[in-house]
């Protein structure tokens, strides 16, 4: 089975520094997908990036960019120029590329100190 | 704005009652997930519909059960409902490849 672990329960940065979140999954397959999202306070969840599995090159999102380690089944998130908005609870999750259901991570809440 | 509703936005009830919730899925999106998110907690996969088909199971009480209808709306029955049961229960859709949309949920108060 398909498992995603994310192993800060809690980060913290300063405004305007840089933060990365881990994640790591478990699978046996060569194809699939994965996201970081977002739940701010307001508890929407919103796609913050995602990667297909067989891209090598490392998706980005303005402030935001992954570190996709195959081999090592490691995904994290980098948050560059952190701001106030981005202070929230950042899910990592995992979806098979010919399966329907999506695994996600545990969490990480973020805080952004002024 | 994901393009998934959910309805209704907040909902109040007493134990032991019945609700409904509701989620339209993104227009062409096949597939609907149902999530349960306790307060500070993550996500807890419920159940996963495709085409009106249930392709997924998780971790779903008995008491609660779901469809997706040929317009591919999406209902999610909560029976019997105990105080635990208050959450944030989100809705969203996806396509047979990519990421999954969310709705802005269905916040439940169980009193």
């Known amino acids: 089975a398909q498992t995603v672990t994310q192993s800060q329960p809690e980060m913290s940065v300063q405004e305007a520094e840089t933060v990365t979140l881990s994640c790591t999954y478990d699978?046996?397959?060569?194809?699939?997908?994965l996201f970081w999202y977002k739940q701010p306070p307001s508890r929407q969840m919103i796609l913050v990036i995602r990667q297909e599995a067989y891209k090598q090159q490392n998706a980005t999102e303005n402030r935001f960019s992954v570190n996709f380690q195959k081999a090592a089944k490691s995904f994290s998130l980098k948050i560059s120029d952190s701001q106030l908005g981005d202070a929230a609870m950042y899910f990592c999750?995992?979806?098979?590329?010919?399966?329907?259901?999506?695994?996600f991570g545990t969490g990480t809440s973020l805080t952004v100190i002024p | 704005d994901s393009g998934v509703t959910q309805t209704p936005k907040h909902l109040i009830t007493a134990t032991g009652q019945r609700v409904t919730l509701r989620c339209s899925p993104r227009s062409g999106d096949l597939s609907v997930y149902w999530y349960q998110q306790s307060l500070d907690q993550g996500l807890q996969f419920l159940i996963q519909?495709?085409?009106?088909?249930?392709?997924a199971k998780g971790n779903i009480l008995e008491r609660f059960s779901a469809q997706q209808f040929p317009d591919l709306h999406s209902e999610l029955n909560l029976s019997s409902l105990e105080l635990g049961d208050s959450a944030l229960y989100f809705c969203?859709?996806?396509?047979?490849?990519?990421?999954?949309?969310f709705g802005p949920g269905t916040r439940l108060t169980v009193l």
């Open positions: 969203a859709s996806s396509r047979l490849a990519g990421e999954q949309f």
């Open positions: 519909y495709y085409n009106g088909e249930e392709r």
């Open positions: 999750a995992y979806r098979r590329n010919t399966g329907n259901q999506f695994y």
């Open positions: 699978t046996s397959e060569s194809d699939y997908y």
